[in-house]
Every structure is written in structure tokens, then in C-alpha cells.
């Protein structure tokens, strides 16, 4: 079962920063927080991913908390073509761990 | 560097009879892992391989295998279709190492009849 928590969907205006929340009140020490999304029927695109620091790459930044409970993924000037489910997963530090999605947040971002 | 390939991209097939879909991975990559996608039960790991040996396998029937070639190619392999098997199968590739991402292909999507 996925060990994450995330509303089920969202709405942004567009041109504004889109925030999605995650829970992960669970994760362990050496788990991972990654961030996907999948716009229809295509396969799933990478975001990014961290640990428990912030990070930040060309598409969006990741926030964790201290805890690492929760992290939120932003990003940071929505467009139309940001229109997709997104997927936390938290995944051990292994190469061949697979990735367990739930069912993510379905952001709708609106013109 | 290109990405992950998959074919082919739609297939129909009827109940009873096998299908295979091939994988190729992003260059360099050794690792290829399998997810199957469905309405109901979203998105669930099927196996993974690497250097050609399974290295890790989801729950599903024996009616669902895969191997991997030298080259790192992947097949999976469904026999005896069930109209459940219908679905979009997504291969993913990485290259090995401890916090590797999986990099997805944009699928080949199953249909029974």
C-alpha cells in the first residue's frame, strides 16, 4: 500500500503557484520523497525528488518538512499543460525498490 | 540521450491468447521495471529487472513474466489473456545505484476482447 497521503484533486489558476500537499506521517530515515505526474494516458513524468532537504530543479521545487512528515511539491507559474495527476511516493534508498503509487491529486489548472 | 521506447503503442487482443511488449531502455540504463495500469487498481509494480535477472516481482499470476536481453531490452510476456488484463503497461528504466529515478516510457496499452 502506498504510504502516502494527498487530496484527491485541485484547482490553480493559471500563471499562479500551484502547491501540492503530501503526507508521509511514516516515512523512515532512509526513504525518499519523489514526486511524479501523469498527464492522460501518457507514462508517468519525473519531477523531482529529495530527502529532507529542499530542492529545486527547472520544473518545480520540494519542500519537506523537519519532521519529514509532509512535503509540499510547487510549482512556482502553473500552465495549462501542468493539467495532470500527481503522485507522491516515498521509496527506499535501493536501486531495485519499486515505486508504490496511491491514487495522487488529479490538478486541474484553469485559464 | 533517447528515452525510454515501448512497443507496440495499442494492441487488441481476445481472451485466451498471449501477447508480448517489448522495452527498450534509455542508453546506458541496465535496469527495467514493469507497472501495470488500470482503472480500479491504478498503478502496480509487476517485476523488475536487471543484468538480464529478476531482481524483484510484484503480485500478480504466473501468467505474467518478463526477461531481460544483453543489451538490457525487455520483454514481458502475458499468456492466457482475461478480459482484466486489459490496461495500460508502462516500462521504466534507471541506471542502477542507490537513488536512481525511474524514468518512464509512454506505454503500450492493451486492449481484450
Known amino acids: 500500500d502506498a504510504k502516502t497521503t494527498q487530496p484527491t484533486s485541485m484547482d490553480c489558476a493559471e500563471g499562479r503557484a500551484a502547491n501540492l500537499p503530501c503526507n508521509h506521517s511514516?516515512?523512515?530515515?532512509?526513504?525518499?520523497v519523489y514526486w511524479y505526474r501523469q498527464i492522460h494516458s501518457q507514462g508517468p513524468q519525473y519531477i523531482i525528488h529529495?530527502?529532507?532537504n529542499n530542492e529545486t530543479n527547472e520544473m518545480a521545487s520540494l519542500i519537506i518538512t523537519e519532521d519529514r512528515k509532509s512535503s509540499t511539491l510547487i510549482l512556482p507559474h502553473a500552465t495549462l499543460r501542468d493539467t495532470a495527476v500527481y503522485y507522491c511516493?516515498?521509496?527506499?534508498?535501493?536501486?531495485?525498490?519499486?515505486?508504490?503509487f496511491g491514487k495522487g491529486t488529479r490538478l486541474s489548472v484553469i485559464a | 540521450k533517447a528515452g525510454v521506447t515501448q512497443t507496440p503503442r495499442y494492441l487488441i487482443k481476445t481472451r485466451g491468447q498471449q501477447v508480448t511488449l517489448s522495452c527498450s531502455p534509455i542508453?546506458?540504463?541496465?535496469?527495467v521495471s514493469w507497472y501495470q495500469q488500470t482503472p480500479g487498481q491504478g498503478l502496480q509494480f509487476l517485476f523488475e529487472?536487471?543484468?538480464?535477472?529478476?531482481?524483484n516481482k510484484g503480485n500478480f499470476p504466473g501468467r505474467f513474466s518478463g526477461r531481460q536481453f544483453s543489451n538490457s531490452r525487455s520483454e514481458m510476456n502475458v499468456s492466457t489473456l482475461e478480459l482484466g488484463d486489459s490496461a495500460l503497461y508502462l516500462c521504466?528504466?534507471?541506471?542502477?545505484?542507490?537513488?536512481?529515478?525511474?524514468?518512464f516510457g509512454p506505454g503500450t496499452r492493451l486492449t481484450v476482447l
Open positions: 511516493i516515498v521509496r527506499f534508498l535501493s536501486g531495485n525498490t519499486p515505486l508504490v
Open positions: 511514516t516515512i523512515s530515515g532512509n526513504e525518499y
Open positions: 529529495g530527502l529532507k
Open positions: 542508453s546506458g540504463h541496465r535496469s
Open positions: 529487472y536487471f543484468s538480464e535477472t529478476q531482481r
Open positions: 521504466a528504466s534507471l541506471a542502477g545505484g542507490s537513488t536512481d529515478t525511474q524514468y
